[in-house]
């Protein structure tokens, strides 16, 4: 048996609903996901803790090509769903300037009890699950997958690593991006972020090619790396034109990329 053949891959995003007149999160997601379902299956698009918000799932995929076709159908499908709502959709990690404050809680029981439970920590958590690079980094996380797996058939011994080391990393990892030294947990040291994006890739380089995937993400990493992150090119925007509804803009047109519109 093909010891890859197990390893499969599925996705999922978060959207925001965009005003596409303010710019702002807008609360449609009970009538966007009523139209996204004449397309798509219930189990792939669904509600999410705000009506700001709206989550799709793929299938379960076997290979990359796969996973940016089930991308491209889901996205297309929500997308088209909004027009008829005339807003937009948005991919990206928070919104720019939107209050937190005036995101109204999609009534579930479970959404409730989250609420209830955690308050003000859960009302702020204004995130959507979502990356730019979501193919590559699908790739990347099945290869780690493998990889550790391996290490635990073989009998490979983990590396002893501190919890507030890696709450540490981390914390870095999260304010800095790609943009300062990154904590390398292994060598106990700080690192330009790219050396230890490379280093990782390394040690997932066996995985990659077992996978046939090595090309493919390899190229994309090196042109995230020379080319920088969607956060930094979110900056770059903010900074040229001073403008939170130009970053906005910005983000709707990446998140149509490649869709048939």
Same mark, same amino acid.
């Given at each position: 048996?093909?010891?890859?053949?197990?390893? =499969?891959? !599925?996705?999922?995003?978060?959207?925001?609903?965009?005003?596409?007149?303010?710019?702002?999160?807008? !609360?449609?997601?009970?009538? @966007?996901?009523?139209?996204?379902?004449? =397309?798509?299956?219930?189990?792939?698009?669904?509600?999410e803790m705000y009506r700001s918000q709206i989550e799709i799932a793929t299938t379960v995929c076997q290979n990359l090509a796969e996973v940016r076709q089930e991308l491209i159908r889901c996205r297309q499908a929500v997308v088209e769903a909004a027009k008829k709502q005339d807003q937009a959709i948005a991919a990206a990690?928070?919104?720019?300037?939107?209050?937190?404050?005036?995101?109204? @809680?999609?009534?579930?029981?479970?959404?409730?009890?989250?609420?209830?439970?955690?308050?003000?920590?859960?009302?702020?958590? @204004? @995130?959507? !699950?979502?990356?730019?690079?979501?193919? =590559?980094?699908? !790739?990347?996380?099945?290869?780690?997958?493998? =990889?550790?797996?391996?290490?635990?058939?073989?009998d490979i011994p983990l590396n002893a690593i501190r919890p507030e080391l890696l709450q540490t990393a981390h914390w870095y990892a999260a304010r800095y991006g790609l943009t300062a030294d990154l904590i390398d947990v292994i060598d106990k040291v700080a690192i330009p972020a790219s050396d230890l994006v490379n280093k990782f890739l390394d040690y997932l380089q066996p995985a990659l090619e077992q996978f046939g995937d090595w090309d493919t993400i390899s190229k994309s990493v090196r042109h995230i790396l020379e080319q920088g992150n969607g956060a930094q090119r979110q900056l770059a925007i903010y900074e040229k034109t001073g403008s939170y509804q130009d970053v906005v803009d910005y983000i709707v047109a990446q998140t149509q990329q490649g869709l048939n519109l």
């Open positions: 048996m093909n010891e890859s053949a197990e390893f =499969t891959i !599925g996705v999922e995003e978060e959207y925001q609903i965009i005003n596409p007149q303010t710019r702002e999160l807008c !609360g449609k997601a009970e009538q @966007i996901i009523r139209n996204a379902r004449e =397309t798509l299956d219930e189990d792939v698009v669904q509600p990690g928070t919104h720019p300037f939107s209050s937190w404050q005036e995101q109204e @809680i999609t009534p579930k029981s479970r959404y409730r009890n989250l609420e209830s439970d955690l308050k003000q920590v859960i009302r702020e958590l @204004i @995130i959507f !699950g979502n990356h730019v690079h979501a193919v =590559t980094m699908a !790739g990347l996380i099945r290869a780690l997958v493998w =990889t550790c797996y391996q290490e635990v058939v073989n």
